[in-house]
């Protein structure tokens, strides 16, 4: 376990924000939490688990003990006759994680392809994209609770998985610390290809049965062509989480902006997709201090060169507020801001 001082956050947040860790914990295994947990000064301290850094927004210095979450490891659990099991540590990148277990023939994972942040983090706000969330394909993650510095394994009950949400986010923030994630890749393996960008590919293409590789490649392709790379331009994914509303609110909604981009979900309710809201109050490519709207999707919030913190939260808010003058929607934000 090694404790270091003052350690700036900038290189751990793919915002590329300024902050400073006053104390700084590397974690590599479930014994260093146990050893945090133990430590006769650390122990008792307040705690912030860091994964990637890609769904932090970062104000202020950290006063907390900073976990930086480096478990490495990735292998097969258990083949079994309907799937493959299979395990990475927390500290491994996400993208790593995706592109090795389809190197080795366990696909399913391959619509998460090229999501920023670690194994451990991803979990946390139960990350989806192209009509899989990482829920579908959970099995188990092991934790390390750290007021007791027990392991435990929590199966999907537990996680109360919801989009872009977990018990990780309320009951357990700050509470425990993901060490290890196992994933259940179903056999045989069916391609998601539902969403549109998807459809839209196999017209182009004339691949009405693409490989779990060829549905990689134009996740990446897809993901590349409209979302900033972070290790170019700092962001954090998506700013704001896509608003669910009754179908009456919705029905208002169109009944003054019948363009307005909507999915209906299973249970009634009606998804918006904020992107186009904000795009549509005239914000893409709009700069307000250091920080931005990116050009190419309006959900994503981008550093333009030196952004701090409370500069970001200023957009923030300023989308907000023009959104719901026009829409009356309150857009909720999705990474955390500390
Ligand atoms: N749109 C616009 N203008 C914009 C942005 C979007 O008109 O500036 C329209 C698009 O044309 C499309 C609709 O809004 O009709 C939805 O846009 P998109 O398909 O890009 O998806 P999204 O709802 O904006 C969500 C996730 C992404 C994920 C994609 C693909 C959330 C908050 N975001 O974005 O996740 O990659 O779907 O599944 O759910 C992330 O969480 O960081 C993230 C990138």
């Known amino acids: 376990m090694q404790i270091e001082s003052g350690v700036s956050l900038k290189p751990f947040n793919t915002f590329h924000l300024p902050a400073v860790a006053h104390t700084l914990v590397r974690i590599a295994s479930d014994a260093d939490v146990t050893r945090v947990v133990d430590h006769p000064k650390l122990g ?31 292998r097969l659990v258990e083949e079994r006759a309907d799937a493959w099991v299979v395990e990475a540590g927390a500290g491994v990148g996400w993208h790593e994680f995706v592109a090795y277990t389809l190197a080795n023939g366990w696909p399913g994972l391959e619509n998460l392809a090229l999501i920023p ?32 510095g027990r392991s435990v394994t929590l199966h999907s009950g537990v996680c109360a998985f919801g989009y872009r949400d977990s018990v990780f986010k309320h009951l357990l923030a700050g509470r425990s610390v993901i060490t290890r994630v196992r994933f259940c890749l179903p056999k045989p ?42 290790a170019l331009i700092g962001n954090a994914g998506s700013f704001f989480k896509n608003p669910v509303v009754t179908i009456e609110q919705c029905r208002d909604i169109i009944g003054r902006d019948p363009e307005i981009v909507h999915y209906p979900l299973p249970d009634g309710s009606v998804k918006l997709a904020a992107g186009w809201m904000i795009d549509a109050c005239g914000w893409k490519g709009k700069t307000v201090g250091n920080a931005g709207v990116y050009e190419k999707q309006a959900l994503v919030l981008v550093n333009r060169g030196g952004a701090i913190g409370s500069e970001v939260m200023l957009l923030a808010r300023a989308i907000q507020e023009s959104v719901y003058g026009r829409f009356g929607i309150r857009l909720e934000s999705e990474p955390v801001v500390v």
């Open 117 to 148: 942040g670690t194994v451990g983090a991803a979990p946390v706000q139960n990350i989806g994209a192209y009509g899989v969330e990482l829920k579908d394909r959970f099995d188990s993650l092991d934790a390390v609770d750290l007021v007791t």
């Open 44 to 74: 008792r301290a307040p705690k912030f688990v860091l994964g990637g850094g890609s769904n932090i927004i970062l104000t202020r210095d950290m006063p907390q003990v900073v976990l930086k979450i480096e478990v490495p490891g990735m």
């Open 189 to 230: 393996w069916q391609p998601v290809l539902g969403y549109l960008e998807l459809e839209r590919r196999m017209a182009e293409t004339g691949i009405t049965a693409p490989s779990a590789q060829q549905v990689f490649d134009w996740v990446c392709a897809i993901r590349r062509a409209k979302l900033p790379d972070p």
